[in-house]
């Protein structure tokens, strides 16, 4: 009884210092102090509206998925041109794990590589220790410090000097947007790196990454960083009924990321972009939100890329969504309504949203970020289904009988 007692006459002050003795310091909030993600585009108004939020969301950690060649590394390099756009100190981090990155492509697609902090290597463990840091002894006192990685050092918004040819190239951290990791199945974990050559070891990649990650999300929630991370989609060779389409790295990363992308091409020829000698430079690809923690997720968006200069069909895409969410009207087939004027034919359409684009497309972001529902063909449903044919072990079943059915009689 007296303890009850007790508990009643604390007051107000002493229970928010109990809460904080209990949950540590700066853990408790209230809703209204979290300030909501700060996004920017992926220079795809299609893409934008999928994701629901406008953009890349920093703060979050992204998956974006797909097979060889459908434009996955093409939209993380766009999405760091984009941020690069918006201030001129800003800058990325790129971590090739492949070994692969291409500078000129890179520059083709806008990207300043003066403004990257490009670092290769595939050792998982020095990726993860290096960007959420680790512990460290001290040699003198014995004392056991936490050394900050690259996130502690955005947080803390520290700035590097670094020489390239003879120029003196200074990068802020504070303006680190992104941080593009290529590709999550091309990295090595320990027991990989330490293993005989030819050795099988099971599920080495999966295991790794469900304890690094649940030190990398906080890290980049606090660094407020846009984290991608590419991965592939392979075939699952023991997959005999359903999608036999896998990612490397088992379920961690889509439980850890907040949206996950799947990137794919659209088939058919009249999806592919050919220049005058009949040779592709570009094709249409279909981006799929499996996964969306900050809006509404299975939203889709199909788009034009080239592959040597980035998003094309801007004003197809306008076009399309203006008149979605009704900004754009269209009694017929060839009549358009736009701001009030009426255009006959739709390539005048084209022309005239072109012109105004920045316009429409401030209305169209409007629209969805207001939470405006608009039902779409092919839109709500999830890329993995449950397998029909899993019964279940150890599960019996039986058919279902309907009572009202009539009798069928068959006559010999």
Sequence with gaps: MAKAKAVEMMSESDAWKHINLMF??????????????????TRSPALDRATQVGGWGRGRIYQLAGRPSSGKTFLALVGMAEWQSKDPENCCVFIDAE??????????????NDRVLLIKTNDGKKIFTGLVGKPMKNKKTGEVKQIEGLLGMIKAKMTMTHTVKGRKITLKLEKMGMVILDSIACMQPPAEMESEVGKQNYAPLPRFLAVELKKLTPAVAHANICFIAINH??????????NPDTTPGGAAWKHACSVMLMVAPVGGKENVLLDDNEEKYGHKISVKVEKNK???????AEFFIDFTSGVTGIEEQLLELGCLYGIIERPNNVTYIINGERVSSREKALTYVGEHAAILEEKIRASYLDGEIISVKGEGQPEFTENPFDLGEGDEYEELVDENAEEIVVVE
Excluded: C, R
């Design 24 to 41: 540590g310091e700066n853990t408790v909030f209230h809703p209204d102090q979290i300030e909501k993600v700060d996004t920017f585009s």
């Design 99 to 112: 070994y692969t990155y291409d500078a000129d492509w890179a520059a083709s697609l806008g990207v300043d």
């Design 233 to 242: 989609v392979k075939t699952n060779l023991g997959e005999t009924y359903g």
């Design 294 to 300: 900050l809006g509404k997720p299975y939203k889709k």
